[in-house]
C-alpha cells in the first residue's frame, strides 16, 4: 500500500466546505470519487483541515493510501483529467505510511483579500471581500500585529461539533500583518492551527478597528478566557484563501 501526499488549488464558490457532507458538493467528496474512479475502490482522502463553504484554497494539503501502482506524475495528470476545472492536483508524490496531513502539520498560512475600490470587476468578486466603505486603513495595519503571539481565540471561534470534547482554543499567531498594494488589503496570517471562522472573525475585528469601534484595548480583551461573547462581525467567505501548510 502507497501513501500519496498531494497539494490541491480550488475554487471554493460552488462547494460546501472541504468536508464530506451527504448530497451536498465537497472538495473532499470530488477529490474522493476521482481516486476511487483510478484506483477502482473506495479511497479515504484526508486533508489538512476543512475549508469552510465557499473558501479558497492555493495549497491545501492532502493524503490518501493507494494501491494502484501509477508513478504519481500520471496520478497527478489522470487526476486533473477527471476533476472539474476549479479543482486542481498542483502535485503528487510518495508520503510516509504514517503521513497525516492534519496532524503532522507545524504551521498554516491564510490570506484575506479586500477590494477598497467604488466599483469590483464581475471578475474579482467570487475572490475578495468589496468594502468600499469609509475605513481609516492605518489603523487596520496597525491593529494586525495585536493578534501575533499565544491567546486564547475562543471568542474568534464559530460553533463546532468538536467542541463538546472540550479541546482548547488557545493558538500561537507567528505573523499577522497587511499589505495595502493600490486599492487592495491583502491580510496574511501564520499560525500553529485556526478555529472555525477564526480568520474571518479576526478579519471583522479589523475592520471595525478601521472604523475606529475598536481600539487596543477592546480587542485585547477578546482574549482574555471566559470572554462573554463573540468577536466579529464574520466577513464573506469568499476573500479568503488557505495559501500553504507547513511540515
Not at 126 to 140: E, G, K, Q, S, T
Not at 157 to 174: H, Q
Amino acid at each position: 500500500m502507497r501513501r500519496i501526499r498531494v497539494t490541491v488549488a480550488y475554487d471554493g464558490t460552488g462547494y460546501h466546505g472541504w468536508q464530506v457532507q451527504p448530497g451536498l458538493p465537497t472538495i473532499q467528496g470530488v477529490l474522493e470519487r476521482v481516486a476511487e474512479e483510478i484506483e477502482g475502490k473506495p479511497v479515504k482522502v484526508h486533508g489538512s483541515g476543512r475549508t469552510d463553504a465557499g473558501v479558497h484554497a492555493l495549497g491545501q494539503v492532502a493524503a490518501f493510501d493507494f494501491e494502484n501502482p501509477i508513478p504519481t506524475p500520471n496520478l497527478r495528470r489522470a487526476m486533473n483529467r477527471l476533476l472539474p476545472p476549479e479543482i486542481r492536483v498542483l502535485d503528487a508524490k510518495e508520503a510516509p505510511a504514517d503521513f497525516h496531513p492534519r496532524h503532522r502539520a507545524v504551521a498554516k498560512t491564510y490570506e484575506y483579500r479586500i477590494f477598497r475600490g467604488e466599483i469590483c470587476t464581475p471578475f474579482d468578486r467570487r475572490y475578495v471581500h468589496h468594502y468600499p466603505y469609509p475605513m481609516a486603513v492605518d489603523l487596520f495595519v496597525e491593529a494586525a500585529p495585536l493578534f501575533e503571539g499565544e491567546h486564547d481565540f475562543s471568542a474568534f471561534a464559530a460553533a463546532d461539533e468538536k467542541d463538546a470534547l472540550g479541546a482548547s482554543k488557545v493558538r500561537t499567531i507567528f505573523s499577522s500583518r497587511t499589505e495595502i498594494v493600490g486599492e487592495w488589503l491583502f491580510y496574511r496570517v501564520r499560525g500553529s492551527g485556526f478555529l472555525k471562522h477564526m480568520v474571518r472573525n479576526i478579519v471583522g475585528v479589523l475592520l471595525e478597528a478601521g472604523k475606529g469601534n475598536l481600539g487596543e484595548e477592546e480587542i485585547r480583551r477578546f482574549f482574555a478566557p471566559g470572554y462573554p461573547g463573540k468577536a466579529g462581525p464574520t466577513v464573506p467567505a469568499c476573500g479568503l484563501f488557505l495559501v500553504s501548510v507547513e511540515y
